[in-house]
């Protein structure tokens, strides 16, 4: 099973510890800690962390979290007569980060299988998140074989939220409205397959 994924406009590899400046550097942007750590700075050594937990998600689950890079296409988009297909070349700057973790569900319902994203705010509104968020559920439903993946929404962020209604999420009606105005959507496996064709991992 491979977990190198490809879209149109992006390849998407599982972070390793090659990657780690660029997370440490695409992490404590202002814009994007404000919405994925809470504002809060964190530190190399939690990226390190992040890194090594995403590794053993990998190893276990078959999911973790992967980096985001432009793809570069030789002999078309489409690959056309086996000649070429979508990579990232060597150097090639990290634009951002999608994946999947597990945590504890809302109202203590068990464990979720939860979606996570963030871009480089010079590529907002391209796109480019819900392009590599497809990327990941058709990966976690027609390869991995998970159930449900949610996505926890801060309200402030309408983006977000608009994203997650692009990618068939349903606001669960037993997800808390917290502190902090968070909403909880998920997708089910057995809609997401019945709506979309499954994208292939590629070796």
């Known amino acids: 099973m491979s977990e190198v994924l490809r879209t149109v406009r992006l390849v998407l590899h599982p972070v390793s510890m090659s990657d780690h400046g660029a ?21 190399a050594v939690q990226v390190s962390e992040i890194i090594d937990s995403s590794e053993r998600d990998f190893a276990t689950e078959g999911y973790g979290l992967w980096a985001l890079r ?3 296409w030789s002999g078309g988009i489409d690959g056309i007569d086996g000649m070429g297909g979508a990579e990232a070349a060597p ?25 996570l994203y963030s871009l480089e705010p010079d590529r907002w509104g ?19 074989g998970v159930h449900r993946v949610t996505a926890e929404i801060d309200m402030a962020n309408p983006a977000s939220a608009e994203i997650a209604l ?38």
């Open 23 to 43: 997370l440490l550097t695409h992490w404590t942007g202002p814009l994007v800690r404000r919405h994925l750590f809470h504002d809060r700075l964190i530190s």
């Open 70 to 72: 432009p793809a570069r």
């Open 91 to 115: 150097g090639d700057p990290l634009i951002g980060v999608a994946g999947l973790s597990h945590h504890d569900g809302p109202l203590g319902h068990g464990v979720d299988v939860e979606i």
């Open 126 to 144: 391209q796109g480019l998140a819900a392009e590599a968020s497809r990327a990941v559920l058709d990966y976690a439903f027609g390869v991995v």
């Open 166 to 203: 692009q990618l068939g999420m349903r606001r669960r009606p037993d997800g808390p409205a917290g502190p902090d105005g968070a909403a909880y959507y998920a997708a089910d496996r057995s809609r997401w397959i019945g709506s979309r064709r499954i994208v292939d991992a590629v070796p």
